[in-house]
């Protein structure tokens, strides 16, 4: 099993790759996302010393419908939209990977954290060697064992949720009662928890799991 943090160039033209160069010292994270056909819809936010600037040039940009700002910090900007630019969506089906959200871009450059077996990283390599996509590879773990597919956190929220009932039916926890007991807000609970569950499904359909009912 391998636990992979590739950072990959964007291709010139994307809404991502214009704001992030445009704006090379700010943070943008993708928070959620959902393909939708020729459009997707999104959140994301913006982390940056002129979050209202980034934010103003982000609404502005000829690929983003309908772009609503939900939140303005002095140092934050949280967005919801629609854009035309769905090549990452593209990127990451043809590869076979969920994304694991958020995804976060900067300075024309995101990064793609992937978990699953050395045959489909090695796929995904030779992907972007043929497509010509410039990258590189952050960190990389390779490991038989499964305790090692996740993360301290992610094993301690899921393993209280688990205990709780918050993967019952009906639910015996709610996302509000995790994220409280970890002192957490519900956005971050929830991206944990999902995190995690994509991590457990991506070793099971793709790696160990998959072996065993084979």
């Known amino acids: 099993m391998i636990t992979a943090s590739i950072w990959i160039e964007l291709p010139e033209g994307y809404y991502i790759t214009d704001l992030s160069q445009a704006f090379p010292d700010a943070t943008f994270r993708l928070l959620a996302g959902v393909h939708t056909g020729e459009t997707a819809v999104e959140l994301g936010e913006i982390i940056a010393k ?3 600037a980034a934010a103003e040039q982000f609404a502005a940009h000829p690929t983003v419908q309908e772009y609503q700002q939900l939140e303005l910090t002095d140092d934050r900007s949280l967005g919801k939209y629609e854009t035309t630019d769905t090549g990452l969506y593209a ?12 995804i976060t871009a900067k300075d ?5 954290d992937f978990t699953g077996t050395r045959e489909r990283f090695d796929q995904l390599r030779a ?4 497509a010509g996509m410039a990258y590189e ?6 490991s038989d064992e499964s305790s090692a597919l996740l993360t301290s956190r992610q094993r301690e929220v899921l393993d209280t949720a688990m205990r709780k009932g918050y993967f019952e039916v009906p639910r015996q926890c709610t996302l509000a009662e995790l ?6 807000d519900k956005s971050t609970a929830s991206t944990i928890i999902r995190r995690g569950e994509n991590r457990i499904l991506q070793w099971f ?3 160990q799991g998959q072996r065993t009912v084979g």
């Open 137 to 142: 590879l952050h960190s990389l773990v390779e």
């Open 179 to 184: 994220a409280t007991q970890f002192e957490i």
């Open 127 to 130: 992907g972007l060697d043929a």
């Open 108 to 112: 024309g450059w995101f990064q793609l």
């Open 91 to 102: 990127f990451i089906e043809d590869s076979s990977l969920p994304p694991e959200f958020p």
């Open 50 to 52: 002129q979050p209202t």
């Open 205 to 207: 359909l793709a790696g």
